[in-house]
């Protein structure tokens, strides 16, 4: 069950995804969440706190769902390639709707406002330790070196899809690999 707060959170998202930053009025949270405005301001007494907090609610949810993908492939002891391919196979069936661009939104809006960063760096460093984990099971040299640019390159290839409606000429996988492989040598 969704409390009152998240409830108002995953409204914000919703917004957001929708309509950008800009588009984010109290009235249109509140009639998505379902709550009055008094109950908004109570939780979220400025628009930056409520940001902060949607980023934060983003990070953890995505998070928590990706390292249950990892920990199910983790048994299977697979190779670069097959992780590669799993992650591929993610990034394909990922849904590129509202919900998937409100994160995006907030990116650019913490690249306007300073106050949002810290937020942000913490999704980041969610999927940077996220990626370590991976490429720790995988065996893979200095993980934690080659997490940054693993993220922005999956980080990347979602965008051009969201962006294009179409996939990279060079597939996820492919990519992946040689970055991986690329960096071990």
Not at 22 to 29: F, K, P
Not at 108 to 128: E, I, K, V, W
Not at 151 to 163: H, S, T
């Amino acid at each position: 069950m969704v409390n009152t707060r998240e409830a108002i959170l995953v409204a914000a998202l919703k917004v957001i995804g929708e309509q950008g930053v800009a588009g984010l009025t109290n009235r249109r949270i509140v009639a998505d969440a379902g709550v009055s405005l008094g109950t908004l301001t109570y939780h979220f007494p400025s628009q930056t706190e409520l940001l902060r907090q949607a980023m934060l609610l983003f990070a953890e949810q995505e998070t928590a769902k990706l390292a249950a993908l990892a920990e199910t492939h983790r048994a299977e002891n697979p190779t670069v390639e097959q992780a590669a391919a799993v992650v591929e196979r993610v990034i394909e069936q990922m849904a590129l709707g509202t919900y998937e661009i409100a994160p995006l939104e907030l990116y650019l809006q913490a690249g306007r406002d300073p106050a949002l960063r810290g937020s942000t760096r913490r999704c980041f460093a969610a999927y940077d330790e996220l990626a370590t984990t991976i490429l720790t099971a995988l065996g893979v040299p200095e993980p934690e070196r080659l997490a940054g640019p693993a993220v922005a390159l999956i980080a990347g290839l979602q965008l051009r899809r969201l962006a294009t409606g179409a996939t990279a000429a060079t597939p996820a996988a492919e990519a992946l690999t040689m970055l991986v492989r690329g960096a071990g040598s």
